[in-house]
């Protein structure tokens, strides 16, 4: 009898497939730290790695905070590019270029001659920044040419093709492009965070996300995130709205627990 409640408890909470809502999970670590800056772990600390310099001065610069990848979660899209090896990566969302830095640098890792054996189509409007109840500090102008600048500095910039503007027009505009060069293997979805915003890159992505291919998604836990609906909406919706099959892996990511979700096309 006892069961009996207990599973139409959990079928009127959670349907019939038994998934848990992530609040009932046993291991779902929620961090109530405040945090100011990013902090750079000593360990990467080496100043002969040129890319790793560059993205240290970067993590120092007030502005790379709270938008860009933490350490930690840009030295997860990193160990995915070494071990996935993707060739051709569409980026959504470059801001200050951090997330661009750790990519980059996977592909030169992994011994890719630029735009030879590999590419990254990074999309952003290159819009200003603004100051926020989370950001100190502002960027009103010269944002491209500063990417640009600090990308020279880390040496990653050959790899990088830059698509100025709104990223699903400009997506759009490159899908020639993109299928004269095979598809795109890797593509990180972290620009507009809105519902309609968000699955319109995604609809921009997908006629050329090749089958095999992966998503990734960034800000994945609206609660924790500033309220980014758009791509929870995409996890809940994938396999109803795509055009694909996708399987797909959440992860809850610390310090700061904005989480995680590579999506792979596998139909
Ligand atoms: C969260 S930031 C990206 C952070 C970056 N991936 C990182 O981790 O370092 C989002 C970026 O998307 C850009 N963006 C938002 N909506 C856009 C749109 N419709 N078209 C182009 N860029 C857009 C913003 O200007 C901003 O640079």
């Not at 599973?7 to 961090?31: N, V």
């Not at 750079?40 to 001065?57: I, Q, R, S």
């Not at 694909?244 to 989480?259: A, K, R, T, V």
Request: glycine share 8%; charged share 25%.
């Amino acid at each position: 009898m006892k069961e009996f409640f207990k599973d139409i408890f959990g079928f009127l909470q959670h349907g019939t497939d038994k998934k848990l809502h992530r609040d009932h999970l046993s291991h779902y670590p929620k961090s109530n730290d405040s945090y100011e800056k990013w902090s750079f772990p000593t360990y990467l600390d080496n100043d002969k790695c040129k890319w790793l310099k560059a993205l240290k001065e970067l993590y120092e610069m007030p502005i790379s905070f709270p938008a860009s990848l933490s350490p930690e979660a840009g030295l997860l899209v990193h160990g995915l590019i070494r071990n996935l090896r993707p060739r051709v990566i569409a980026e959504v969302g470059v801001f200050c270029s951090v997330s661009t830095h750790w990519i980059a640098s996977a592909l030169k890792e992994n011994e890719y001659r630029p735009k030879k054996d590999a590419i990254i189509h990074c999309y952003d409007d290159f819009s200003p920044i603004k100051q926020g109840p989370y950001r100190k500090t502002s960027m009103d102008e010269g944002r491209f040419e500063f990417v640009k600048s600090r990308l020279e500095k880390a040496g990653l910039i050959d790899y990088i093709e830059f698509h100025k503007g709104d990223s699903s027009t400009n997506i759009y505009n490159s899908h020639d492009h993109l299928k004269e060069n095979g598809g795109v293997d890797f593509a990180f979805i972290d620009g507009d965070h809105s519902i309609d915003g968000f699955l319109k890159d995604f609809e921009a992505i997908e006629p050329v996300l090749n089958t095999g291919g992966y998503l990734l998604l960034h800000d994945t836990f609206p609660e924790q995130c500033g309220g980014h609906e758009g791509p929870r909406y995409l996890i809940d919706n994938v396999n109803k709205i795509g055009r694909g099959y996708y399987e797909q892996i959440e992860l809850h990511l610390s310090p700061i627990n904005f989480g995680m979700a590579l999506q792979r096309r596998i139909g």
